[in-house]
């Protein structure tokens, strides 16, 4: 009998908190989905706002569904297709390049640091974490780049400044400092050299790790206009930020002299055809991040938490 009523207690214990696991699990998801509905919200209003007529969006706001549904703001948004394409050219090209030589960058300096057997790590490091405090100046920098550098006109201006990230570099360096020392040693033993334990052994076992530096770059080199303006003055060579943050630029430059020189004022959709232009820079890079989110979470955390 008494076996029985322990096994009958058992049971209900069981129960009962297989019932209340149950509970947390669905308050969680309820709490987390509604976070991931806030976040995705703006984006689906600025879709919406790009599809909708421009003295609409002036006069209502931004709405729900689209009202007076219109693709001119997209016409004029890509009215120059061949100039364009190049830009997306000029981007993809650019982010592909940067992204893969600035992981290559962080993941080598973080490993060389994270190396305790390496004397001088900790004056390296310090010197790197000193730029992040001071810097040279604008003026001094554009100097370097232009004259000593010939960064002007040339596709090295975009991916050379944006290289290298001392925030990369940091969270490379935890990461590392987490992989046991004892992979290393054992193959130092049998007669590896740095470059072949670096390849063979650290790269393999730090996936997420490059997942994570590797968006970081990316969103980095995509959303980049800054440079492009800087050092490039080709109008074939500009990426796609820099051209439609400038045809915008100039649409906008004529309304406020036609309004002051007393002409009638055309009738150009700026703020819907701001909607569209964040639609055509912003979502061929989020279509990234479903494929290295696995990865992206755990290389963040762990690199955030190692010492």
């Given at each position: 009998?008494?076996?029985k009523s322990?096994?009958?207690?058992?049971t209900r214990h069981r129960?009962k908190?297989a019932?209340?696991?149950?509970a947390?699990?669905?308050?969680g998801?309820?709490v987390?989905?509604?976070f991931?509905?806030f976040?995705l919200?703006p984006f689906y209003?600025?879709?919406?706002?790009?599809f909708?007529?421009n003295?609409?969006?002036?006069?209502?706001?931004y709405?729900l569904?689209p009202?007076s549904f219109t693709?001119?703001?997209?016409?004029l948004?890509?009215?120059?297709?061949?100039?364009i394409?190049?830009?997306?050219g000029t981007?993809?090209?650019?982010t592909i390049v940067g992204?893969f030589?600035?992981?290559v960058?962080?993941?080598?300096?973080?490993?060389v640091?994270s190396?305790?057997?390496?004397?001088?790590?900790n004056g390296?490091?310090?010197f790197?974490?000193?730029t992040?405090?001071f810097?040279?100046g604008?003026?001094?920098?554009?100097?370097?780049?232009?004259?000593?550098?010939k960064?002007?006109n040339?596709?090295a201006?975009l991916?050379?400044?944006?290289?290298?990230s001392v925030?990369n570099m940091?969270i490379a360096k935890?990461f590392m400092?987490?992989?046991?020392a004892a992979?290393t040693?054992s193959?130092k033993?049998?007669g590896?050299n740095d470059f072949t334990i670096y390849l063979k052994?650290?790269l393999p076992?730090?996936k997420?790790?490059i997942?994570t530096?590797?968006?970081?770059?990316a969103?980095?080199?995509?959303?980049?206009?800054y440079?492009?303006?800087?050092?490039?003055?080709?109008?074939?060579?500009n990426?796609?930020q820099?051209?439609?943050?400038?045809?915008?630029?100039?649409a906008?430059?004529?309304?406020?002299?036609?309004?002051?020189?007393?002409?009638p004022?055309?009738n150009?959709?700026?703020e819907?055809?701001?909607?569209?232009?964040?639609?055509?820079?912003?979502?061929?890079?989020?279509l990234l991040?479903?494929?290295v989110?696995?990865?992206f979470?755990k290389?963040?955390?762990i690199?955030?938490?190692?010492?």
């Amino acid at each position: 009998m008494a076996a029985k009523s322990e096994t009958v207690t058992y049971t209900r214990h069981r129960r009962k908190l297989a019932g209340d696991v149950i509970a947390v699990n669905t308050v969680g998801y309820i709490v987390v989905g509604l976070f991931a509905l806030f976040c995705l919200i703006p984006f689906y209003l600025i879709v919406v706002a790009s599809f909708t007529d421009n003295g609409e969006l002036i006069r209502t706001g931004y709405p729900l569904f689209p009202r007076s549904f219109t693709l001119e703001a997209y016409h004029l948004s890509i009215k120059n297709p061949e100039r364009i394409l190049k830009a997306y050219g000029t981007t993809i090209g650019v982010t592909i390049v940067g992204t893969f030589l600035a992981v290559v960058l962080s993941t080598m300096t973080g490993y060389v640091l994270s190396r305790k057997d390496f004397p001088w790590r900790n004056g390296f490091a310090f010197f790197f974490f000193f730029t992040t405090l001071f810097s040279g100046g604008l003026v001094p920098w554009y100097i370097l780049c232009t004259q000593y550098l010939k960064f002007k006109n040339s596709y090295a201006g975009l991916v050379l400044p944006l290289m290298f990230s001392v925030w990369n570099m940091i969270i490379a360096k935890s990461f590392m400092n987490g992989i046991p020392a004892a992979i290393t040693e054992s193959a130092k033993i049998d007669g590896a050299n740095d470059f072949t334990i670096y390849l063979k052994l650290i790269l393999p076992l730090s996936k997420p790790l490059i997942a994570t530096l590797g968006l970081f770059s990316a969103l980095a080199y995509w959303n980049d206009w800054y440079n492009c303006m800087l050092f490039i003055g080709k109008d074939d060579m500009n990426n796609l930020q820099y051209y439609l943050q400038s045809m915008l630029s100039s649409a906008e430059k004529m309304r406020i002299a036609a309004e002051k020189s007393g002409l009638p004022i055309t009738n150009v959709p700026l703020e819907s055809m701001k909607m569209a232009m964040t639609v055509i820079a912003t979502g061929p890079i989020i279509l990234l991040y479903p494929f290295v989110q696995r990865y992206f979470v755990k290389g963040l955390t762990i690199g955030a938490v190692k010492g």
